[in-house]
Each structure stands twice: as structure tokens, then as C-alpha cells.
């Protein structure tokens, strides 16, 4: 039976942890797959680390935390549940990546899977396919984001329209091949994920999904440094020719 590994950085989302956990692990999957939850506490704070460990414990046999002693940053959280994934998964299974917020909807997880039905070796979520209409800030943030992945595609020729989309799902050969490839510990693995991809001339797919944005106010982390950080990423990915020297090493 095939296992859809959901890989969720933490930290200090103390607040929205068990509803997203609790959504991810009753998330309904297609006939014949199963769901393992891989939480990973990037160095959050005691009282939401404590949160962490209860929503972790809350789903057991499903759930599973790892622990950073210290805040790294979302693409350290994700390399750790990559290799704890890759150490233990079939090919036939697949990997997920779902913030620990409440902006991405797990219900979303069927759409996602049924691309790889076609032959596509990861799916792209397409915030931006929904038809919703965007107003004020959020306007501005799907404008970026649009900038972001034009650049991006302009050094990989995906065919996606929202690079920056959390919900990125790779089948476990697809992720075999772009993870030496990764060593972003920010939000610069979202580019670099994408350029890996491109780089082992894996088949993306998209699937508009669901989301409801947070504001700065209620925590939201990325800013406009990691906006030039993933301009830099893509210009260095197109040029790139050899893996990083070591995982999380090499910028």
C-alpha cells in the first residue's frame, strides 16, 4: 500500500497545531493509500514546542516529531523530514509538504495525488487557479509571487504558475533525485526544489488548491529579504552544475 508522508516544518504555531494536525491526519487519500504525518520542531519556543509534542502525541501510529534544538529555518525543517522520509519509504510512495498553519487545506491531498495516475513525477499547487478574487494585500502577495515564478520558470521551463505554492508533491524516486541538489535552510528551498526538479527532468503537474492567507499580524514569517534570497537562488540554480558539498551546506 502505497504511503503519502507529509513532511510539516513547526514553529511557534503553537495555536493552530492540533486543528492542522488533526486535519492532516483525517485527511481522506485515494483507495489504497495510507497517511504518515513527519512534524519537525525547527527550535520553536517552550510553550509551543509543548503544543508540538501534543499534537504529535494526539495521532499516534500517524504522527511522528523530530527536533531541532535550534531555529534553522523552513528549508532545514524540510531536508530533515526528506531524509527521515527517503531512510524508510517505497518508491511506490509519495512526499508532501503542508505548513503548520491554517492557510493550506489537507482535503486538498486527493487532487494532488491524482496526477501521478498520468505519469507526473511531482504536483504543483496553483493558489492562484481558484478563481478567487484577491483585494488589498493579498493582491500585492499573489503579484509577487507572480514575479517570483516567472523568473522561475524562465531558468526552468516547469510550466507552473505558483512557484511559491507550500503544497509541492514529489513521488519518492522524483525526491531521491533533487535532494542532494538542496541546501537552502529558508524559504529559498521553494526555488531550489523547483530548479531540482527541472534539473532531473521530472514531470510537474498543477492543481489549483484552496487557501486562506494570514496576515503579518497573525505571524505570517517570510519577508522581502527572502523575495531577493529566492531571485538570487534561481540565478544560482540555472548556473549551478554540482550538487551542494553537503546537505544544508553550500549556499
Known amino acids: 500500500m502505497p504511503v503519502l508522508h507529509v513532511v510539516m516544518p513547526v514553529f511557534d504555531e503553537g495555536p493552530t497545531l492540533a486543528r492542522i494536525a488533526g486535519r492532516v491526519a483525517g485527511a481522506r487519500l485515494p483507495a489504497g493509500w495510507s497517511l504518515r504525518l513527519v512534524m519537525v520542531d525547527d527550535g520553536s519556543p517552550p510553550e509551543a514546542a509543548a503544543a508540538a509534542r501534543e499534537a504529535s ?101 516547469l510550466g507552473v504558475h505558483d512557484m511559491e505554492c507550500c503544497y509541492k508533491l514529489l513521488r519518492v524516486p522524483a525526491l531521491r533525485a533533487v535532494r542532494p541538489w538542496l541546501s537552502e535552510e529558508r524559504f529559498g528551498i521553494e526555488p531550489q526544489i523547483a530548479a531540482a526538479l527541472a534539473r532531473a527532468r521530472v514531470r510537474v503537474a498543477e492543481v489549483p488548491v484552496r487557501y486562506a492567507p494570514r496576515g503579518f499580524a497573525e505571524g505570517k514569517k517570510i519577508g522581502w529579504t527572502d523575495g531577493v534570497r529566492a531571485l538570487w537562488v534561481i540565478a544560482r540554480e540555472r548556473l549551478r552544475t554540482t550538487p551542494p558539498r553537503a546537505a544544508g551546506g553550500a549556499p
Not at 124 to 144: C, E, K, Q, Y
Open 57 to 157: 502525541a494526539a495521532h499516534p501510529g500517524v504522527a511522528e516529531l523530530i527536533v531541532h534544538p535550534r531555529n534553522r529555518g523552513k528549508g532545514a525543517a524540510l531536508m530533515t523530514g526528506f531524509d527521515r522520509v527517503l531512510a524508510s519509504a517505497d518508491d511506490r510512495d509519495a512526499v508532501i509538504v503542508q505548513d503548520a498553519d491554517l492557510e493550506y487545506d489537507p482535503g486538498d491531498y486527493a487532487a494532488l495525488l491524482a496526477p501521478l495516475e498520468s505519469g507526473a513525477g511531482a504536483v504543483f499547487g496553483n493558489r492562484w487557479g481558484t478563481g478567487a478574487p484577491l483585494t488589498g494585500w493579498r493582491r500585492l502577495h499573489a503579484a509577487v509571487n507572480g514575479f517570483l515564478t516567472w523568473a522561475s520558470e524562465l531558468a526552468t521551463g
